[in-house]
């Protein structure tokens, strides 16, 4: 969790695997959203990273309770 948490508020970029999909948090003027493998938003945009991790989500489970899980992997960070 500390690598995400560091990434995120260190303003990186993050690409991701979750059920076989690739997913994107980017750092935009408007905050962070996650983005789908089809360039889709998922999510609506944070400027507080800790309101984030706990309420953006992906088939219904935080950020948060996924990399707690263990069911989501970092592929790159930019």
Request: charge should be negative; glycine fraction near 6%; aromatic fraction near 14%.
């Amino acid at each position: 969790m500390n690598t995400w948490i560091e990434a995120l508020k260190t303003g990186r970029e993050i690409e991701f695997e979750y059920n076989n999909r690739v997913y994107f948090i980017g750092n935009y003027d408007e905050g962070r959203c996650i983005c789908n493998d089809e360039n889709e938003e998922i999510t609506k945009y944070y400027t507080d990273i800790d309101l984030f991790l706990s309420e953006a989500s992906i088939n219904e489970y935080s950020l948060s309770q996924l990399i707690k899980s263990g069911n989501i992997k970092i592929v790159t960070i930019f």
